[in-house]
């Protein structure tokens, strides 16, 4: 019985090795190249996941320069930069994954069938040299017991057949011994290699709990963010309403005094009044150093023949452009009334109206003969651009939204018409933008010598056209897509000039900075 639990055992103990060279290690190798299949498709997921946070992140500068949306692009590149952080720890989990794992079960597995094969070998090699001097001990025991039993001194054979059997019993045990430790050392080699790799996946998991932790910890921090931002589709933000209630004419039947919390672009200050003379014009009228003819003459009244300053149509100044414009406002009601549909949009840098309905002679007539400044219509005559000079300067202070300009400085205009005395424009020598004092400027034409009674021909004539005009007239839509081309590419190149990032072009009211 004690032979054959020898024996069993030392089966067992091959059998531990065989498993090891004929099992284990195939499957490890099996298992290595599923690794480096999994590393493989990992990292092809890091390079389609680098292309989709591009885009996301295209479509957050999209949303930024949105009107209406700019906030959502706020989100968006949070969003690409939170999963870029994301990605990184998952980038360090794949070099975890094949330093730690792949790398370190390769180098063993290699080394491991030459070190089995020899520890196997050696182990027969023992136990076989072993059981053999067991062996044979026992045959000459067994010949010592056959030369006793036909001697007839017997006893002479005692003494040396209990050497035998001591001898005997000790190689057995000897042999015992080395099966029971080979069978110990055999199961320790194969747990090793169990224990390494379990080892090794643990410092792989290890790092994949640090990515699964940092990204929960990044999306719990933003999620709600994030979440509240799209709850309200339909809410848009309060530059958009600004715009949007221009565009619906909300702005042309404001009062005076009734400004809206946000204000409008026509409305570069709180409060702003009509601007009728310079005060440096208007200080010389006042010490009496010139008269009212003279007044008249510089400001384009009806006997001068000299250049006419821009927002005053008369010697009456305030009075007459007061009237003027209550006027226009209630024309513009009247306008919007009868020949406006809901659904129709504008530009808000020039009006663009879908065809209307034919007018009479007469109401055209009529809307010509509007008593607006003439150097104003001579300058929208040509392709909706106009370009005016400076002819006193005038400085912004601390109010970012006004324009400030030197004497002779050229401005453009970016707004097809003044309100309350203030226009809109771009200072061609600085390249900044803001509101400025229409009265301080004039109109450049052609011929700047003879501005004045040129423009009062082309008055006569019908050539000078009023902003409402401009609604009415089929030519003038012909010109509107080019001016608001012509108005995107100069706010790109303003922007570019002062190291912005471009963005489409938007008038927004005086109360931000562009």
């Not at 009006?351 to 209307?356: L, Q």
């Not at 007018?359 to 106009?386: D, H």
Request: proline content about 4%; aromatic content about 6%.
């Amino acid at each position: 019985a004690s032979m054959s639990r020898t024996e069993e055992v030392h089966r067992i103990t091959e059998n531990v090795y065989k498993s090891i060279m004929e099992q284990f290690n195939p499957c490890l190798r099996n298992f290595i190249a599923m690794g480096k299949s999994y590393e493989k498709a990992l990292t092809s997921v890091t390079y389609a996941a680098k292309g989709y946070f591009d885009a996301l992140v295209r479509m957050g500068e999209m949303a930024s320069e949105s009107q209406g949306s700019k906030d959502l692009g706020e989100v968006l590149f949070q969003m690409a930069e939170v999963h870029r952080q994301i990605q990184i720890q998952l980038e360090e989990m794949l070099k975890s994954f094949h330093n730690e794992l792949l790398t370190e079960l390769e180098k063993k597995v290699e080394l491991d069938a030459r070190y089995l094969n020899a520890a196997l070998k050696k182990y027969q090699m023992e136990h076989k040299s072993k059981g053999e001097s067991l062996e044979k001990c026992q045959a000459e025991l067994k010949k010592l017991r056959r030369k006793s039993q036909g001697s007839k001194h017997p006893s002479k054979y005692g003494d040396k057949e209990m050497q035998y059997v001591e001898a005997i019993s000790n190689k057995q045990t000897e042999l015992d011994n080395y099966i029971a430790e080979g069978y110990k050392n055999a199961l320790s080699e194969e747990r090793r290699r169990y224990c390494f790799l379990v080892d090794r996946q643990c410092a792989v998991a290890k790092n994949s709990s640090s990515y699964h932790s940092k990204g929960k910890e990044l999306l719990s921090q933003k999620m709600p963010v994030w979440q509240q931002a799209c709850v309200e589709p339909t809410k848009l933000p309060d530059r958009a309403m600004f715009l949007a209630q221009q565009m619906g004419g909300a702005a042309a039947v404001m009062a005076p005094g009734a400004h809206h919390p946000g204000m409008v672009i026509s409305e570069p200050m709180p409060g702003a009044k009509p601007l009728a003379l310079p005060p440096e014009l208007a200080a010389l009228r006042a010490s009496g150093a010139i008269g009212q003819q003279e007044t008249q003459r510089l400001t384009g009244g009806a006997e001068g023949g000299m250049m006419a300053m821009n927002g005053t149509a008369g010697p009456q100044g305030v009075d007459d452009y007061q009237r003027w414009m209550e006027g226009k406002v209630s024309q513009g009601k009247a306008s919007l009334h009868g020949q406006r549909h809901g659904g129709d949009v504008y530009s808000n840098t020039l009006p663009v109206r879908k065809v209307a309905p034919a007018k009479s002679k007469t109401s055209l007539t009529e809307t010509r003969t509007l008593p607006r400044s003439s150097s104003m219509a001579a300058g929208l005559e040509r392709n909706g651009r106009t370009r005016v000079q400076a002819v006193f300067s005038h400085a912004a202070g601390d109010n970012s939204t006004l324009l400030s300009f030197s004497e002779n400085d050229v401005i453009t205009l970016l707004v097809p018409e003044a309100r309350d005395g203030w226009h809109y424009g771009e200072n061609e020598k600085t390249k900044m933008r803001g509101w400025f004092p229409f009265s301080y400027t004039r109109v450049i034409t052609d011929s700047d010598g003879s501005s004045g009674k040129q423009l009062r021909v082309q008055s006569l004539h019908g050539k000078s056209s009023s902003t409402g005009n401009l609604l009415e007239r089929e030519d003038a839509a012909a010109s509107v897509p080019e001016y608001a081309v012509h108005s995107h590419m100069a706010a790109q190149s303003a922007a570019s000039l002062h190291g912005r990032q471009p963005r489409p072009y938007s008038m927004v009211a005086p109360g931000f900075s562009q």
